[in-house]
């Protein structure tokens, strides 16, 4: 089933880039023509045929994630369109099944995208997970920041620096909380699409210790990353950035989780934070997510009673055992009429499995059903950080 949607050819590849300028509304220009087909050789890229037009397409992007320690393979599912004439039929549905499909015959464990609304996405399996902090100074109000250390150097440098930082932006804890790992491919991908300045720090040993990467926009000088390992290199890339306070009238930064650093203000009204729901996600081979999950403490038996509309290989009645760091995990029943402790969708367990949502906390809203004690303790042992992602994958659907 699922190559009949493949797309392979050279005639595919053009016609879905001429859906794709339509459905963005974009226009064709050498730049743009680069990174898309830059990125789409990388992708596994789905669409639907009406008398020999493409009037539904999608990729999902081979990739992979940092969790807690744990390297899991996830897809970025993008680039969701229908052709007008051919909106509400069912077509970009039907393809987004077929991707899961593939990814999960393929033991890809995750996915992730951006959703045009949460609502539709929701009936494939996927939930809000990810979140961001806008913040918003205006120059006048920058904080004066005086480094007690200038031993080290900045450096400035166009998208060629983003090779420079990829292995210090991989060993930060929190890019390490369901993270993108940046392969080389993606890094070049980058460059191609965005016009991005780097700023990096390096102490007095030349060791990378804290970046930037940023846009000067017209009047706003917007922050992308703002990644730091010392108290030295904050210090000094927030002089850094305070440099350029005569040169814009405002500075943003859009933090990689809900977090925001009014506290590190004296005068915390003059930031303006919006916390903004990000990206969805959701669990696709339950059995490789649970077996290799960072559990914090062992766990009694517990039965959990999972359903999966999409994916009938993670619904059903499934037993799970940590003890002396070792996991069991054992689908006992396909159906979910058998006794569990827990009831509960694949969208639950992926929200209290990320820490974004508690368990306790979907309990007392209704969203899951099952013995309180059980819950308390399987809760106990989920991470309790939220996840934190700096990437996007944007869909829409006409």
């Not at 440098?157 to 932006?169: K, S, V």
């Not at 017209?218 to 000094?236: H, K, M």
Request: aromatic share 14%.
């Amino acid at each position: 089933m699922t190559t009949d949607y493949r797309l392979t050819s050279d005639a595919d590849r053009e016609a879905f880039y001429q859906l794709y300028q339509y459905a963005f509304n974009n226009h064709d220009t050498p730049a743009r023509r680069r990174f898309f087909m830059d990125r789409y050789q990388h992708g596994w890229i789905y669409g639907r045929h009406d008398h020999g037009q493409l009037v539904s397409g999608l990729y999902s992007l081979p990739l992979a994630v940092n969790f807690h320690g744990v390297t899991y393979r996830m897809n970025g599912i993008g680039d969701v369109m229908s052709a007008p004439e051919y909106a509400g039929q069912g077509g970009a549905g039907q393809l987004l099944t077929t991707a899961l499909t593939e990814m999960a015959a393929n033991h890809v464990t995750l996915s992730y995208l951006a959703p045009f609304a949460y609502g539709y996405y929701r009936r494939f399996g996927y939930e809000h997970v990810f979140d961001h902090a806008h913040q918003v100074m205006a120059a006048p109000d920058l904080p004066r920041v005086k480094p007690t250390d200038w031993s080290g150097t900045i450096t400035r440098y166009g998208n060629d620096g983003l090779a420079q930082i990829n292995d210090f932006y991989a060993r930060q804890p929190q890019n390490q909380r369901g993270g993108l790992i940046r392969p080389a491919w993606w890094q070049h991908y980058l460059t191609l699409k965005h016009h991005w300045s780097v700023a990096i720090y390096r102490n007095a040993a030349a060791n990378i210790e804290g970046y930037l990467i940023y846009e000067r926009q017209a009047t706003n000088f917007a922050i992308q990353e703002w990644v730091t390992s010392t108290p030295t290199a904050f210090e000094r890339l927030a002089n850094f950035i305070t440099k350029h306070g005569t040169t814009f009238e405002t500075f943003s930064y859009d933090s990689p989780s809900a977090t925001n650093g009014l506290d590190l203000l004296a005068d915390p009204y003059r930031l303006k934070v919006t916390v903004q729901p990000y990206m969805m996600a959701r669990i696709v081979d339950l059995y490789d997510f649970i077996k290799r999950y960072p559990f914090l403490t062992d766990i009694q038996p517990i039965r959990l009673a999972v359903s999966d509309a999409t994916l009938p290989a993670n619904q059903g009645i499934w037993s799970l055992t940590r003890h002396n760091g070792q996991v069991t995990l054992n689908r006992v029943s396909d159906q979910l009429t058998g006794p569990a402790d827990i009831q509960l969708t694949i969208q639950q367990l992926t929200t209290a499995c990320f820490g974004t949502q508690s368990l306790a906390r979907a309990y007392q809203h209704g969203l899951i059903t099952g013995d309180v004690n059980a819950i308390n303790r399987l809760d106990t042992s989920l991470v309790k950080e939220r996840p934190a992602l700096f990437h996007y994958f944007y869909v829409i659907i006409l």
